[in-house]
């Protein structure tokens, strides 16, 4: 079996539920506290031995490659005003052994086309895909090394879920979990809550094997008039088992507004040079 070395973000979406804030920036360097949420998602990815990371851009793709180049002029003051610190956190972020690239979605058609620009760097072998945009704080392994973890025993694609409320289900990718095991039987875009196979949603992490990716070619615009990559799943399953894991950790949308902000406090309150602080603003707020 092949292991897991490469990581797809797909950053190229219009994140049209932030505007104004995403007119000219990707969503994905949206800030939870101080830390842009594709930080976040490239640490997780690091701390699972991903070795080539690659992000699928758009033309606001400068504000993404900034982050993680070199900043020279910045650098260089930070270090003569002795803000080590400072230096430190933006220095480093990816070690000099990982490889970078970028490719480019020249049309936002959705999730499955963006992971499918990725192909040509991807070639044949297993690959991981993070949607930054699903922020999963974990007290022990992360959301995408216990993916790999289950990959390397099954050597199935394997897709993180979680237990939403029924009336939710229109937001999310559903599976139907087989009742032995942790087989996908099926999977549904968004459907109604009445249509969901069962209460277990789609969360942002996934392990893929190289089949999927012709299988992008026959999948047509679905929900949202968007290719999506939960058709291709579907298709995948016809020729291949896949798992789901049911990762432990807190997941929040930060694509959403009401999730960016839960995650936006949680993260706070565990600075210790901001909890005092934010919990006087939120028991002063409540009284108000
Ligand atoms: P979303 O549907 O959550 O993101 O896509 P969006 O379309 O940018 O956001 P809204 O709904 O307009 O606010 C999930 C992920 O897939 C990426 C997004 O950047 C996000 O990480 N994506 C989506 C692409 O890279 N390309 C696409 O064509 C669509």
Avoid at 248 to 262: L, Q, V
Wanted: with cysteine.
């Amino acid at each position: 079996m092949k292991p897991v070395r490469k990581a797809v973000f797909p950053v190229a979406g219009l994140g049209t539920r932030f505007l104004p804030a995403t007119k000219s920036i990707p969503k994905e360097m949206l800030p939870i506290v101080d830390k842009p949420l594709i930080q976040y998602a490239v640490e997780e990815a690091l701390a699972a031995g991903i070795e080539t990371l690659i992000f699928v851009t758009s033309r606001k793709k400068h504000a993404i490659s900034d982050h993680f180049d070199r900043a020279f002029e910045l650098e260089t003051k930070l270090a003569a005003n002795g803000k080590d610190d400072l230096l430190e956190c933006i220095t480093n972020i990816i070690p000099t052994n990982v490889i970078r690239a970028d490719v480019t979605q020249l049309e936002t058609l959705g999730l499955g086309h963006a992971v499918n620009c990725a192909r040509g760097l991807i070639g044949d072998e297993p690959f991981a895909v993070l949607l930054a945009d699903d922020l999963i704080k974990s007290d022990g392994p992360g959301c995408l090394q216990q993916l790999i973890s289950q990959y390397e025993k099954s050597g199935r694609s394997t897709i993180a879920v979680q237990n939403i409320a029924t009336e939710d289900s229109d937001q999310y990718g559903m599976i139907e979990p087989s009742s032995i095991g942790r087989e996908v039987l099926s999977i549904i875009e968004k459907p109604k809550p009445a249509d969901a196979p069962s209460n277990l949603a789609v969360v942002g992490r996934y392990i893929l094997t190289p089949e999927i990716f012709p299988l992008f070619e026959q999948v047509g615009a679905g929900a949202g008039g968007e290719i999506q990559l939960t058709d291709a799943i579907a298709l995948l399953m016809q020729q291949q088992s896949i798992e789901y894991c049911e990762f432990t950790g807190r997941r929040y949308d930060c694509g959403s507004k009401a999730g960016f902000i839960e995650a936006t406090v949680d993260y706070a309150l565990e600075r210790p040079e901001l909890r005092d602080k934010i919990l006087l603003h939120i028991r002063d707020s409540l009284n108000r």
